[in-house]
Antibody, heavy 118, light 111 residues
């Protein structure tokens, strides 16, 4: 059974960079697409971006200038960096696996709350 | 790319049917059949319930069904059960540039 686990600081200061890691267990990070998705408290879901193990990435147009997703296949992990954060970036951040090459998410992490505050 | 529009809430009694609408545009729902639906219980991660408009992943009860007409997709829950009380989000592929756009979310209440 594939499991995903997000990790990283729960509090980030405004203007700094948010950094999260997703560790995948029970399966290889290769041969699948992987995404980051976030959900502000009490609000809806927002797709942030995806990467494919071969190195290709795609980011939400609204976040593209601030987002980087990278992978460490040796650790079966992928990471999210979001720069110049503001309070509007406060959210639960989820990592998720795509169902094959399709734009659906069949496995999700439990999510981690990141608050942006000084 | 704007969020897809869903009703804020719907409700029904046990055993009844409820339908949630998801309205997009010709750039997403109206063009692509990659519409999916997710169920989210409080404090939990979303769970894939429907993909490709009307297909159910293994393990999802056949009480859940999906459809699409024009720019609007719909999720119907038949034979409503207490455990169906949750938030539901639609999602549509919107092309390789925008990729996926989610709906605003609908809270389903079982009376």
């Amino acid at each position: 059974q594939v499991q995903l686990q997000e990790s990283g600081p729960g509090l980030v200061k405004p203007s700094e960079t948010l950094s999260l890691t997703c560790t995948v267990s029970g399966g290889s990070i290769s041969s699948y697409y992987w995404s980051w998705i976030r959900q502000p408290p009490g609000k809806g879901l927002e797709w942030i971006g995806y990467f494919y193990y071969s190195g290709s990435t795609n980011y939400s147009p609204s976040l593209k200038s601030r987002v980087t997703i990278s992978v460490d296949t040796s650790k079966n992990q992928f990471s999210l960096k979001l720069s110049s954060v503001t309070a509007a970036d406060t959210a639960v951040y989820y990592c998720a696996r795509h169902s094959g090459t399709l734009p659906y998410f069949d496995y999700w992490g439990q999510g981690t709350l990141v608050s942006v505050s000084s | 790319q704007s969020a897809l529009t869903q009703p804020r809430s719907v409700s029904g009694s046990p055993g009844q049917s409820v339908t949630i609408s998801c309205t997009g545009t010709s750039s997403d729902v109206g063009t692509y059949d990659h519409v999916s639906w997710y169920q989210q219980h409080p404090g939990k991660a979303p769970k894939l319930m429907i993909y490709d408009v009307s297909k159910r992943p293994s393990g999802v009860p056949d009480r859940f069904s999906g459809s699409k007409s024009g720019n609007t997709a719909s999720l119907t829950i038949s034979g409503l059960q207490a455990e169906d009380e949750a938030d539901y989000y639609c999602c549509s592929f919107a092309g390789s540039y925008s990729f996926d756009v989610f709906g605003t979310g609908t809270k389903v209440t079982v009376l």
